[in-house]
């Protein structure tokens, strides 16, 4: 579960005209606790107005920098983002959660693999990191970047990717991918199906790859993901990390008129209330002043992860943990409400 500390921020540096990289100091008493896999996120937290906000950012730099570094996309109507785009500053201080997350590439020195992703706008962010950590730490190893956008101003790392390939000929290649505007080289259009089976049977057939990773929006993520299975990749060589979701709500309002007898266990202290079954486990936990960890409460991070041990509960939106997942009884929080008297979750044993 991650830990929260307050950071000083090193560095805000503009990428696009509606993206920023921030930068922490970590202290060297906490450079453990900040050590990170290529292609985990961090929490960040603060108040605006009153009222506490958190929100996940995958970490873009390489575990090998010691450069802490988030990428944060101005959205709609994002409380969080407009106000790390528009009024972050050096020098600002943020409650940081210690790194998490299952999107990860571990290198290994020996291994001689091609790798491969397809990322969409800021869905780039953790696929950077990792493009970095194949780079730098498997030498004989290639990896292939297919990467959407509007147009190359709104092209998060733009210019680093184009010195990444000048540093390592050879072994990184990149396919632009843009909707708005016809560029030499690059394709017009989305990353969809087209363009999956030109890159994988066209541009690089002659490459084997050992493993995919997508990142993005759910649709974008989902024809990706079909189109390589039709292509005979194991779904086992494909991992992908959501940057948005349109996953339809599961209604289950009809079955949840009563009330559970919950028990909480959270850093080793146990809690137990009543709670009504309209609530979804994690209201119910912060309703009771419990720690319980939690990031984006839209079911696209995997911070609100716990394990039933006792009783049932269902999940009203799901888009990232597998059936055999929910089997071991590992449920997202923000999203699942109790359907038995009495239920059992421990936020420790994930």
Known sequence: MSTFYKLVIKEVYRETPSAVSVSFNVPEELKSNYSFIAGQYVTLKLTLDGTEIR???????????????????????????????????????????????????EPKADAQKNYAAFAAGSGITPIMSIIKSVLENEPKSTFVLTYGNKNPEQTIFYDQLHDLQLKYVGRLFIQFVYT???????????????VVNFVLNNKHAEKEFSKFYLCGPEDMIANVSNTLKENNVPEKNIKFELFSTSTTETKIENTLGGHTKITIMVDDEETTFEMAQKQTLLEAALKQGIDAPYSCQGGICSSCLARITKGAAEMKKNSILTDAEIEEGLILTCQAHPTTDEIYIDFDDV
């Open 55 to 105: 929100r996940a950012y995958s970490l873009c730099s390489s575990p090998n920098s010691g450069d802490l570094r988030v990428t944060i996309k101005e959205v709609a109507d994002g409380v969080f983002s407009s106000f790390a785009n528009n009024r972050l500053k050096q020098g600002d201080v943020i409650e940081v959660g210690s790194p998490e997350g299952k999107f990860t590439f």
């Open 180 to 194: 708005k505007v016809n560029v030499e080289d690059a394709l017009f259009g989305r990353v969809d199906k087209s």
